[in-house]
């Protein structure tokens, strides 16, 4: 099956350092990533929707010189959290989509990242 | 536009008992449809899709779910819950939008287990 990975799963950073997120999938092209933010006990939030070689599409009140985002190759996408803070801390996922037949009805998701700001 | 709608942010069952998490949901074209599982602090395991084959969707670890047009709805059951099965169930929908799918998720139900 279609395999995402997500590095690493769980990081504590200091405020106001940046920290960066890999989404990788290992064993097909993901021509779209998409990026999730989800508070505790709350469902998942879309965040950004990135094409390869094209810039991220931002979902509405997401900040995007805060969460930058790339998509430079078919298999990898990452995620920056730029001068975090506490109130980033969250968990972060990330799902990945074909355009491929075969594999265009769902998208894979990753483990997620457990991210703590102090 | 899409939405699903999860009635239940808790439930609880008895172990053996039958599970049933309910989804309904909205779309303006033929949706694809998913149940999700997720452990604490883990991502998301899927656990059936639907995507406009048999309307009676088998999955993982004993799950099923049925899709029902007239209702809009596509509930998640398991005939007896096992312990193992406390965890927290999205229900999401897509659609194919610009090649890739747009998922759209509830806001999760999630389901106790009593020994």
Redesign the interface.
């Known amino acids: 099956g279609a395999v995402v990975s997500?590095h690493p799963s769980?990081v504590i950073c200091k405020s106001g350092t940046s920290v960066k997120i890999e989404c990788r999938s290992l064993d097909f092209q993901a021509?779209?990533m998409?990026w999730y933010r989800q508070f505790p006990?709350?469902?998942?939030m879309?965040m950004a929707?990135s094409?390869e070689g094209s810039k991220a599409t931002y979902e509405q009140g997401v900040e995007k010189d805060k969460f930058l985002i790339n998509h430079a190759s078919l298999t990898l996408s990452t995620l920056t959290v730029t001068s975090a803070h506490p109130e980033d801390s969250s968990?972060y996922?990330c799902?990945a989509?074909?355009?491929g037949q075969i594999l265009?009805?769902?998208?894979f998701?990753?483990?997620?990242t457990?991210l703590t700001v102090v | 536009a899409q939405s699903v709608t999860q009635l239940g942010s808790h439930v609880s069952v008895s172990e053996g008992a039958l599970v049933l998490l309910r989804c309904n949901y909205s779309s303006s074209v033929p949706p694809?449809l998913?149940w999700?599982v997720q452990y604490p602090?883990?991502?998301?395991q899927?656990l059936l899709?639907y995507?406009s084959a048999a309307t009676l969707v088998k999955g993982i670890n004993g799950f099923e779910a049925e899709f029902k047009k007239s209702e809009t709805s596509f509930h998640l059951t398991k005939p007896s819950a096992h312990m193992s099965d406390a965890a927290e169930y999205?229900c999401a929908v897509?659609r194919?939008s610009?090649?890739?799918?747009?998922?759209?998720?509830?806001?999760?139900t999630?389901l106790q287990v009593i020994p």
């Open positions: 997500q769980w021509t779209t998409f006990k709350q469902s998942l879309l929707t094409n968990f996922i799902s989509s074909s355009s265009a009805t769902e998208a998701f990753g483990q997620g457990r | 694809y998913f999700y602090n883990q991502g998301l899927l899709k995507t999205f897509s194919l610009g090649g890739y799918q747009k998922v759209t998720f509830g806001t999760g999630k």
